[in-house]
């Protein structure tokens, strides 16, 4: 009989900003924590919490740190939750907290930690509720940060998804460090889709000073994007249109021109 985990630790994605967008699961979660770990701003994003419990604030760009920290204080026989906005299986901490699971297997070193992920609403899908269902057909996500990987590995990516005639989501699209891979990002899909393809610029999604347009792809200037906004590109047949009461919506159609929706949808 294995021995028992002397502590426990859950990944738990926060959303993409509003509380009501947090799952139940995750809202438990962080309620029965002792510990609470991750980015600053992520944290405040938790809002008030508990006599019980202690938060540990890490600065960003410090993934591979914090998880570890997160792993020993739940080997020390804590209840620690570690935060990402929106999903953390995506562009987050679940991967950074399993990579150092991996690392460390052999030395057994988190052996008799229980580790869990409790899922939440990402940004793209955050996104697409405000606008419509431009996700409503195949869909690929693209982080354009080359921190962690090389942008010739990304620009075969987004040349890829763009000839396939994907719906494209665009996250960490542009940012001080990286004033110029957006503009590349958008010429390499340009090859691929017309100008007046539908494009969806959300900004702080779920959060304080919220935005939505609708572009197309010619009309979107970079001067207007930064870290906190995700782009929408659509595929070749993702529709606009503004309604009676002049609301802007953008969906993609669950069937290609030849193709009729089964019965058994």
């Known amino acids: 009989m294995s021995d028992p985990a002397l502590g426990r630790l859950a990944v738990v994605g926060l959303g993409p900003g509003d509380e009501a967008w947090r799952t139940p699961e995750a809202t438990a979660r962080l309620a029965s924590a002792t510990d609470l770990v991750g980015y600053g701003p992520y944290l405040r994003q938790i809002g008030e919490i508990g006599d019980h419990q202690t938060s540990h604030p890490f600065p960003n760009r410090k993934e591979a740190v914090r998880a570890a920290f997160a792993l020993d204080l739940a080997a020390s026989g804590r209840d ?15 991967t950074a907290v399993v990579e150092e699971m991996h690392r460390e297997n052999a030395s057994g070193r988190w052996a008799r930690v229980s580790v869990t992920v409790v899922p939440g609403v990402t940004a793209a899908t955050a996104a697409a509720a405000r606008i419509g269902a431009p996700l409503g057909h195949d869909l690929c996500l693209i982080s354009l940060s080359d921190v962690l990987k090389p942008w010739d590995v990304i620009e075969r990516r987004i040349e890829a998804a763009a000839s396939a005639d994907f719906v494209i989501g665009l996250y960490n699209p542009l940012s001080r460090h990286r004033p110029w891979q957006l503009q590349r990002a958008l010429d390499l899909i340009g090859h691929h889709r017309s100008a007046d393809t539908p494009v969806v610029e959300a900004h702080n999604v779920g959060r304080t000073g919220e935005s939505i347009r609708t572009l197309t792809l010619g009309q979107v200037n970079p001067a207007s994007v930064d870290m906190r906004t995700l782009l929408i590109v659509g595929s070749s047949t993702t529709q606009q249109f503004t309604d009676e009461a002049g609301r802007s919506w953008v969906y ?13 949808d």
Request: net charge neutral.
């Open 252 to 264: 993609t159609p669950r069937s290609y021109a030849g193709k009729l929706p089964s019965s058994e």
């Open 80 to 94: 620690v939750a570690i935060v990402s906005s929106g999903d953390p299986g995506i562009f987050a901490m679940a």
